[in-house]
Nanobody
Framework: QLQASGGGLVQAGGSLRVSCAASGRTFRDYTIGWFRQAPGKEREFVAAIRWNSQSTRYGDSVKGRFTISRDNAKNTVNLQMNSLKSEDTAVYYC???????????????????WGQGTQVTVSS
């Protein structure tokens, strides 16, 4: 089970951190990804991290502004979002998939488990 939290309203240029808490199973061999979906738009890959390594990947639109990290002790993956823009407004979802190769981490269909989403709204 994945539980996303930490969304909210922030002004453009501000920062926000969303978290994904994992429970109910071990995610040791899994990749945890963040995706987002804005109204009327397709789901977009944001970032991914492997549970058992430092390997990370980011979508082009968030590179240099967002940082994904994990806290193994708390079974949590965090997404720190800085320099937020109005176009970052979306529902953010975390997802988990097992043994996803690097080149496929941006593909939502590789992830078997999804959290419920948390709303992030950036006002301009």
């Amino acid at each position: 089970q994945l539980q996303a939290s930490g969304g909210g309203l922030v002004q453009a240029g501000g920062s926000l951190r969303v978290s994904c808490a994992a429970s109910g199973r071990t995610f040791r061999d899994y990749t945890i990804g963040w995706f987002r979906q804005a109204p009327g738009k397709e789901r977009e890959f944001v970032a991914a991290i492997r549970w058992n390594s430092q390997s990370t990947r980011y979508g082009d639109s968030v590179k240099g502004r967002f940082t994904i990290s994990r806290d193994n002790a708390k079974n949590t993956v965090n997404l720190q979002m800085n320099s937020l823009k109005s176009e970052d407004t979306a529902v953010y979802y975390c997802a988990a998939g097992r043994s996803i190769i690097t080149s496929a981490q941006a593909m939502g269909n590789q992830y078997a488990y999804w959290g419920q989403g948390t709303q992030v709204t950036v006002s301009s």
